[in-house]
């Protein structure tokens, strides 16, 4: 699909756009009175607005981070600026007055996205350049950087669906982000040498991200039916240490192992029922805490 740059073009602002910070100042105390009003009359559950924050930067990244989550759930073209201004807790006016339109707030909050995403990437590189520890430990750190940055922005993954589906003007971006996976993962992978399998590194690096982003797309949807809490640090902590050890076994060169199916390997032998599924440390049907507990003290990564 190709770039859509029109798709951003905003002649005609669907907000006010405040000029001054007086303007915005006079319109903070209005609605804040107003609120503590309601508050007083009880006439509405809503909590009175919070007391404006003078600090400008505190203000700002508010506006940011009410934006990035308005913006995943909405879209660009559904979102509202006067919407983010409430999300935000302030008045409607003040997205404008910092951003002075809704095309440069969207472009400043995917900016700032993928500027996060590089930074967590660049530390895993830059330790391979200086030979900072062992690959399987890298690897384990690409993995663990890259769901931490995931849990911190969990709007990302849905604003880049947005892009996607939109055809917007960040698909080059997004593809760059993807680049700086792969080559994060081909240094890594050429770091453990002969220690190795031969692996693809665009194959790994969309391994990587399916199995990174599916939790956070069906996080309000499909698994909540499952009684899954996608947010619960419990999980996250479970899913990253599952995907390190996935990632490291697939990879890892076994003594007197094919290197690959295609060059005469065959699938083990399946597993019996009850421990279908299970890997070192993967919990089985009928393990209770204790079970899983006795695995995890028991068994370490590569290296370790």
């Known amino acids: 699909m190709q770039a859509n740059p029109e798709r951003l ?5 669907d907000e006010p756009v405040y000029g001054t910070a007086e303007d915005v100042e006079a319109m903070e105390d209005e609605e804040r009175a107003r609120a503590e009003r309601e508050a ?23 506006v940011l981070d009410a934006a ?13 600026l006067q ?9 409607r006016g003040t997205p404008g007055y910092f951003f002075r339109s809704k095309e440069q707030l969207y472009r400043t909050v995917m900016e700032r996205l993928f500027a996060e995403s590089r930074e967590a990437l660049g530390r895993v590189v830059g330790e391979v350049r200086v030979g900072g520890g062992e690959p399987w430990h890298l690897l384990a750190k690409y993995i663990d950087g890259y769901l931490d940055f995931l849990a911190r922005r969990p709007a990302f993954v849905r604003l880049v669906q947005w892009e996607c589906v939109s055809g917007g003007p960040f698909l080059a971006q997004i593809a760059a982000h993807f680049e700086a996976m792969r080559d994060a ?22 391994t990587v ?14 698994l909540p039916l499952m009684r899954v809490d996608a947010d619960d640090p419990t999980f996250i902590a479970n899913r990253k240490r599952h995907m390190s050890e ?24 399946a597993p019996s029922p009850r421990d279908a599924g299970r890997g070192p ?24």
């Open 9 to 13: 073009r905003n002649d005609e602002p």
């Open 40 to 62: 007083d009359d009880d006439e509405t559950d809503e909590p009175a607005e919070p007391v404006r924050i003078r600090d400008a930067e505190r203000t700002r990244a508010r």
């Open 68 to 80: 990035e989550r308005v913006f995943a759930r909405q879209g660009f073209e559904a979102a509202r």
């Open 83 to 91: 919407e983010i201004g409430r999300a935000a807790g302030v008045s």
């Open 185 to 206: 993962l081909h240094r890594v992978l050429a770091a453990g040498g002969a220690r190795f399998r031969p692996i693809d590194p665009t194959h790994l690096m969309l």
């Open 209 to 222: 991200v399916g199995a990174s982003w599916l939790p956070l797309t069906v996080g309000d949807t499909v």
């Open 246 to 269: 996935l990632v490291l076994y697939g990879i890892h060169k076994a003594v007197g192992a094919p290197t690959s199916l295609a060059a005469g390997g065959h699938l083990p032998a």
């Open 281 to 304: 440390s993967q919990q089985g049907p009928h393990d209770t805490m204790a079970d899983q507990a006795a695995r995890r003290t028991t068994w370490r990564l590569p290296g370790e």
